[in-house]
Structures are given as structure tokens and as C-alpha cells.
């Protein structure tokens, strides 16, 4: 296809940070261009199925990256409309206003960010309000002040979580109702009312939702923006390479392969990257020029560093009793968020997981042989189940990094083992609680838990920090509004830009930041 329009603005991805941004910058009746790397994920009945997504990877991209050691490995990424939000679980929380400072971890030091929570908290309260958060503010104490309440009630817990929220609080402990972003109608007894889009299935975390009733970036912010004549989207635009002027100093062509087979240019005022953080680190990098020969906005060598991604564990627990809960994701708790009251170190949070079903537990089991023989079939085990996501903080090592070699294949180093004290102490916080939370103790091993082993490397759902920002050229690649410091019209929007990752989900800061810059955006176009 020949394009011979002039763009204001192109945008190079759908995700939380470039499907936010689209949908900010729609209004302005500025010309947009989204360019998109796959197409829309099919609506089927697979995309409710757990062996078509957990067992068999139906729905992944069909790539290999490589590991430091030259190792191949399948990475957790998904190209469609709306990137990794299909199939993200909607936990949509804020960072806490001291992980926008320097946080002394047990093995090192969380850097301070450019801008403090003030400055993103009423972007914050937007893109809970876009993103149709669910939640209840005031409920968690380690959270900063908000300008205003959620602007949906929470989820309500179903009785099997009620009871572990109950017990917890005997615990002294302070759970709270996680935030999530669904699209949920409830009635007195918290079921969904017959008008409401969400049924509060079992399908939310992990899985696309066939319905649209999940906040993702695809129904919340790319459709709408499109009904907008001024923006235009390409899907199946895999953007191979950033052009710049002789200076070097303006991007001056976006280069995509086309689902046609064709490459085309497209040219814009203003480029904006928002590939997810290891992609858009590799085509800054395969952009490398005569001007920008270590890749562009690279001048401080820091584009690929930096990598980071959470330090994550699964627990499963096998209540005494069953546990019918279908939609699970609906509790969380940060008392050792900051630090324990036996240790002086962060911790990270505790959260619920989507229920998991046999074929999940049978899907993994290969994970655990020789560890963990269960004595009980998965289908009463999934019975049984009570299922925890331990979340801890990564920390920015300059050699866990992205690379790409002669053949421009994609190498992502990673120390596995960076920071994962803080998550330890986490388990056992919470192993030890088990048995008064009304756990099994005698089924799994000697610890009342079905234990899932830290994520591999492939386990790329929270990257981040490869191209920060930062106020010194020399040590970051992006100003504090985002805008490449070697370039006057490049700007990145996705999780990129984090110097540090604390220790939440990162989509709600990524979708915050996306409003934040679009309004910087809208005000240098007028």
C-alpha cells in the first residue's frame, strides 16, 4: 500500500502506553497514525480454553529470544491489537509513594525516579476511571493519598476469600480489595446483574476476555479512538527501523513490513515507540545510524539496560475445605510491602491469582516432577485450590539487558537471582500463616503448599526499565516528558521508561504516564 499522508503524530504499538496515548491524543483532531504489529486476537471459543492458552501457547508470538548463555526460549509476548493487556490479568495498582524515591533493598538500592507520585497521582485517578478500576481506596495503609475514589465499587469477595480476608484481619493484618479493571455490574449479593458485561467468571487473569468485558487496551482506548476520522490504524505493521535526518537529530521515517508483503515509510511530526519494553529497546537499537551508531537516543549507552521484570512466585494452597470461587482475583495484601516487623527490607505484596483449573495444574506439572507428586487427582486439587502471586522487586542491574546479534536475533540477559531475599522471606511470611488461614498441611510437601517455581526467564508479562528516563543525559534516554534527550521528536510510552519496577503490577503506572505525556503531546502540537 502506497501512503503518501503526512502524519502528526505515529504511534507504534497498542498497548497500555501507545493504545492509552491514541486514545489521549484522538480528541485533538491532530492526524494519527497506530501502527500495530499483528492483527485483532480472534474472537473463539479458545480463548476461554486452559490447554489452548497455558498448555499449548495458542495465542503467543511464534518467536524465540535467547538467553545470556545463547540459550533459545520462547517469550511470553502476544502481538495484537491491544498488546499484552488481552491477556494481562487487569490488576491495575499504583506504585506507592515511596517507590518514586531511593528504597534501600536488602541487596541493593531501588533509584529514585525524575518525577514523585504527586506529579502522576491525578494521572492516576484518570486511568483508574478510564480503565474502569474496581477498587476501594483507603483500604490499604501502605497506599499514597488519592484525589479521588475509584469510581467503581470493588469486587465483591466470594465466600471462600471473604473467609480468608476475615481470617487474615484476625492475623492483625490489613487485606484489602485488589483493583481490578473489568467492566462489572453487581447486584446486593455481589453477582452480576443481568445488564452487566463482566459475569465474573473464572477466565480474567491470563486469559483474553471473548466477551470485552476486561479493561484492556484494545476495547477501552483503541477502539473508541478509532471512531475518531482523524485516526487510522495499520494492523500487521511490524516497524522494522526508525530514519533520521543528515543531523541526526529528527526521526524522519517509520520503515514497517507490511502484512502484504511490502515495506513502507511513513513520516510524522512526532514518532512515539511503545513496543513493550524489549522490543522497543531492539528497534532503537536496529535504528543505529552514521549519527547514532549504538542505536538511537543511545548516546549514554543505557538503551537495553536496565531490564527488569518482578521477582514472581505461584503458590497454591489446598484449602480444608472446597473452594468454588470462580472469580478469585479480588483480594491483596501489603503489610510487608515496605518492610517486615523482623526485617528492615522491603518484601513486596501478596495478591490472588485467577483459579486455576486441572488442566492448568496438569499443564504445569511437568514444572514440579520429581519435586511435588501430588496424592490427590488435579481435579479435586483444583477442587481445593487457593491460589497466591507473591510479588517482589526486581532491581535495575545494567547487565540484565537487551542485545541483538549479527543475524539481529534478540538476546535478553538476566540474573534470576537479583534481589530475591526480600521475596523469600515473603513465602515464608506467608507459609507460616497457612495453617490458621484454614490450609491442608498434609498433602503437599512439608509446607501446606503447592509450590510453582520462580518464573523463568521467558516470563516477560512485567518487563520494564530498558530505555528510562531520567535528568542527566549521561546516565538515561528519555527527559522527564518521555522525549528521546538525543532526539527532538521521539518519545517512548510504554514500560520502558521505568528506572525502577517496585513491587505492583506496572500497567496502571504505563497507562498514567500514556495521559501524562499526551497531554505534554497535545500541548506542544497547539
Sequence with gaps: MADNQHYDVIIIGTGAGGGTLAHRLA???KRILVLER????????????????FVKGKYRA?????????????????????????????????????????????DGVSPAWPIRYEDLEPYYTQAEHLYLVH??????????????????????????????SDDLEKQGLHPFHLPIGVNLTQDATGKATHDSACIRCDRVDGFPCLI???????????????????????????????????????VTGVVADLGDGSTETFTGDIVVVACG????????????????????????????????????????AVSKEPNPTAFQKTLALHDWYLAGDDWEFPMGGIQMLGKSDAAQIHGEAPRWAGAVTPDMPFEVLAHHAVDFWLCGEDLPAADNRVTLD???????ALDEKNNTAGLKRLRHKLQSMLGKLGMHEHHLLSHSIY??????????????????????????????????????????????????????????????????????LADRMR
Excluded at 499483528?38 to 492458552?53: F, M
Excluded at 542505536?295 to 505461584?314: E, F, P, Q, T
Excluded at 549479527?406 to 535478553?412: C, K, P, R, S, T
Design 27 to 29: 480528541p485533538t483532531g
Design 38 to 53: 499483528g492483527g485483532y486476537l480472534p474472537r473463539e471459543r479458545d480463548n476461554w480454553d486452559s490447554t489452548a492458552v
Design 62 to 106: 511464534p518467536e524465540y529470544w535467547y538467553d545470556k548463555d545463547g540459550n533459545a526460549f520462547p517469550p511470553e509476548v502476544n502481538y495484537y491489537v491491544g498488546g499484552n493487556t488481552k491477556f494481562y490479568g487487569a490488576a491495575l495498582f499504583r506504585l506507592r509513594p515511596e517507590d518514586f524515591g531511593e528504597l534501600r533493598h536488602h
Design 135 to 164: 477498587g476501594r481506596h483507603g483500604e490499604d495503609p501502605t497506599e499514597g493519598p488519592a484525589s479521588a475514589q475509584y469510581a467503581h465499587p470493588p469486587v465483591e469477595h466470594e465466600p471462600r476469600i471473604q473467609q480468608l
Design 212 to 250: 470485552g468485558a476486561k479493561s484492556d487496551a484494545q476495547v477501552i482506548c483503541v477502539d473508541p479512538a478509532l471512531r475518531h476520522d482523524n485516526v487510522r490504524m495499520i494492523t500487521h505493521a511490524d516497524v522494522r527501523r526508525l530514519e533520521t535526518d543528515p543531523t541526526g537529530r529528527t
Design 277 to 316: 519494553a524489549v522490543n522497543s529497546a531492539v528497534l532503537l537499537l536496529r535504528s543505529a545510524n552514521d549519527k547514532h551508531p549504538a542505536g538511537l537516543a543511545n548516546s549514554s549507552g543505557v538503551v537495553g539496560r536496565h531490564y527488569m521484570r518482578h521477582n514472581n512466585l505461584a503458590l497454591m
Design 406 to 412: 549479527a543475524d539481529g536475533n534478540v538476546h535478553l
Design 451 to 520: 509450590l510453582h517455581k520462580g518464573m523463568p526467564i521467558g516470563a516477560t508479562a512485567h518487563q520494564a526499565g530498558t530505555v528510562r528516563f531520567g535528568t542527566d543525559p549521561a546516565s538515561s534516554a528519555l527527559d522527564v516528558t518521555c522525549k528521546a534527550h538525543d532526539l527532538d521528536n521521539l518519545y517512548v510510552v510504554d514500560t520502558s521508561f521505568f528506572p525502577s519496577i517496585g513491587a505492583v503490577n506496572p500497567s496502571l503506572t504505563a497507562i498514567a504516564n500514556a495521559l501524562r505525556v499526551g497531554d505534554h
